[in-house]
């Protein structure tokens, strides 16, 4: 589990095909610091850790993994944010995050107001998630408030920490995210829906 509290941003060195599987290589100075078999969140997507050599390691996806998120764009010199699972002795400073993306989303404004930086996210609403005004969300792994909340989009603000210590630096208008909607939103959205079923008449 995680909390989509951004430890540090890694670098993509080296990118090898497997198949339909692609194995990432990336620079990061909390490499040494890694283990192998280790659950790492990368821009949300939970990977698990494969090698370790200096200040690089190792990580794959497989081609579900690809098909659902925004890894299979991702090219040598992209930036990812990174976090490791949360321990159980820390504190929770932002929400219960998986690292499973529930599926893609794209920017399509970006804006400096006071300081702080506004950003809109559109996704396919048929998909069957939703977001809440003042709910949570994790965009690129970054947990963030939502507000402007609509069937199809949200915008956050990003402070200027959040800014330049992730990659939501790098972030065009058209760029693709990946997204994990709210937990206890979903199992809320599921038993509403159990709750308004049609019974079955014997």
């Known amino acids: 589990m ?3 509290i951004v430890e540090a941003t890694a670098e993509i060195v080296e990118i090898v095909a497997e198949g339909t599987n692609l194995t990432f290589r990336l620079s990061a100075a909390l490499a040494p610091e890694l283990k192998v078999d280790q659950s790492v969140s990368h821009n949300g997507v ?3 850790v494969t090698s370790i ?3 690089t390691y190792t990580v794959t996806a497989v081609d579900e993994t690809l ?3 925004n890894l299979g764009q991702w090219k040598v010199g ?3 944010n990174v976090e490791r699972c949360m321990p159980a002795h ?3 400073d932002g929400h219960i995050v998986q690292g499973h993306v529930d599926q893609t989303g794209v920017c399509t404004y970006i804006a400096e107001v006071g300081g702080s930086w506004l950003f809109d996210f559109t996704y396919d609403a048929a ?3 939703i977001t809440v005004e003042k709910g949570s969300i994790c965009v690129n792994g970054v947990s963030l408030t939502v507000f402007n909340s609509h069937d199809d989009g949200f915008r956050v603000t990003i402070i200027p920490y959040t800014y330049e210590h992730t990659n939501f630096h790098q972030l065009k208008v058209g760029d693709i995210v990946n997204l994990e909607f709210d937990i206890l939103g979903k ?3 599921k038993i509403l829906a159990k709750s308004m079923a049609p019974i079955a008449v014997k």
């Open 46 to 48: 939970c990977l698990t």
């Open 90 to 92: 820390g504190r929770f």
């Open 2 to 4: 995680f909390t989509g």
């Open 187 to 189: 199992y809320m959205q």
């Open 53 to 55: 050599e200096g200040t």
């Open 78 to 80: 992209t930036k990812v």
């Open 127 to 129: 998909v069957g998630n």
């Open 67 to 69: 098909k659902k998120t």
